[in-house]
DNA sequence: TTGTAGGCGTTATCAT
DNA sequence: ATGATAACGCCTACAA
């Protein structure tokens, strides 16, 4: 790998003059430009990041954490965030942190370690400390989906409680009375969104709120959700002969993963959908039409996330490296929609 | 941030002592190592991981190309990649190229000025000379499904010939005599052995092989691949009333987003599966059991190949700092299986 | 066992 | 407009 000394040999000038070449920031004689550029060029010169990095103090990479990559709402954030970054010229570190935050912890040091310019995570807990420390120790900061309190950081997240008030209300308007509804613990801002919408719905019905209907699958490694979401859905289930109203007729799943648990414990407990009980997912996911019946879904936009995340790191790279007036933190909430399909037919149509 | 200096300082002794107390490949008095230590965690310090890097030659980051994250294949082998490379202690830098040369090399470029330890890609064309600047730049490098010729690098790629072979023979034997094979371009190597698959049983079974059947839809971004799709299906489109045996019956898709899209074709098309025409997919997809009908699946282990490049990687990086003998390059083939369901079942079953 | 000094490749300040 | 020089934070002979 040639350096920049090498350059300015070849060039006859001194390495700052190819230095001033390829920064730009200082006026240089075309004839010596030129002369600069295809020394450089001839050897093959890059320079070198991490030796820029060292000497000016910012990196141009990103660090992003999620749960894991395997939930297709997630990869499309990924995929958003990775290609905003890179059209800018940032590299992007992804970990998959699977809602462990001693695992969180660990790839949080790390990229402290690397010095990255910027984090971008969903984080595994309420222990606001870690990021804390990745602040002080001058990244940016911006959350999705949940943030812990007590931090000041940007934050990107859908409007899941329009969309749950939206789905809510649709399937009590289609005669479901017994709606339970899945979805993570209550320090994650969504969930808690979740369950405001949840619960509008209802009051705006005039329907009482049975606690016993919210449940939360473990979605940590090794933990079986499948148990929960059975227990669940055995504990309610609705008998064949449908013998009054007080039987679970309805389940509203909170993640694209969820959603496909659920899709396969209802298959296996031999339940049908939407006959016995209406099925809602939440997620981006492709495949939500095909699948027998074809699922109403509270659809979000893991791109639009990632990018609007990634966009919001940017902002405040530039600001931080431009000392600029530190800015209030920006809180953007994308809209979420909900899809009708007919897995939240009335039960009347099919059955 | 502390300095590996200040944290001398407190310590009361010299940085080269704080140096080898954090390396710990030199001989410190116990003494000194917990002054050292105290000093260290009192000021918060973690060494630099920039200043490491360029002081030693080596970073501790891992290049990751692939075309896509959001097809769910990709996302385990990301997955299963940067969980290996995070226990190891690494970084991975994920880039999406979307099989465009031109973004590849973007992307390289910005790997290589980053420095990365080695890159793990699924390239996105035939030309080497982009992977060879980055081995001579002093990569490690690892191809996952297709390699560029003329270029020495480990690989690791899953066996689609045996399995597509096994699904073709399959489906001849339960009566489809007309199979079309959606793949990618033939100079990639996983293609090729799909192909070679193909004709493997269409051989055995003393069956004519088509060329016409073959068909490639564009991947790349702003292409339609519905296009191709549909003009296959259209033109081989099996009458409702079955005439006779020059009729497409049965369709191979080559990706999980190609089977998707195939899906999704056959459903606008109004082709009913498997009555009208049999459908095999390809690649991880949790969905592939809920689908109407259930999808036979020509199955790929993502995570596991992430996880084998990885390993892969790790090792080479390794050798290249021991400056052990060059291993010759690696060819790791993991098993393909084909899960046998509904959308493949006979004609005769349903129609 | 510990300290000193030089340099990895770059940028930034200050002369010229 | 260009060049010499001193860091950035760390590792690593080599000296003590």
Known sequence: MPTIKEVAAHAGVSPSTVSNVFLGRVPVRDETRRRVLSAASGLGYQPDGLAQALRTGRTRTLGLLVPHITNPTIAAIVNGATRTAQDAGYAVSVCAIENDPQLQETYLD????????????QPAGEDPEPYAALQRAGASLIFMDRRPCGIMADYVTPDYRTAMREAV????????????????????????????????????????????????PDRRPGATPTASITALLRKWRAPLNAAGGSCLDAVIAGSAD?????????????????????????????WARFVAPPLSMIEIDGGEIGRRAVTLALARIHDSESAADPRPPEAIVLPATFALRASSAPASAAG
């Not at 209802?266 to 939440?282: C, E, K």
Request: glycine share 8%.
């Open 169 to 216: 209300r649709h399937l009590i308007e289609t005669g479901r009375h017994r709606i339970a509804l899945l979805t993570g613990p209550t320090w994650i801002d969504s969930t808690r969104e979740r369950i405001a919408g949840y619960e509008a719905a209802h009051i705006e019905a005039g329907l009482p709120i049975d606690e016993e209907l919210i449940a939360t």
């Open 258 to 286: 969820v959603t496909l648990i659920t899709l396969a414990c209802l298959h296996d407990l031999g339940i049908r959908v939407p006959d016995d009980v209406a099925l809602v997912g939440t997620g981006q996911v492709d």
């Open 110 to 121: 790390l990229l402290r370690r690397e010095r990255v310019a910027a984090v971008i995570a």
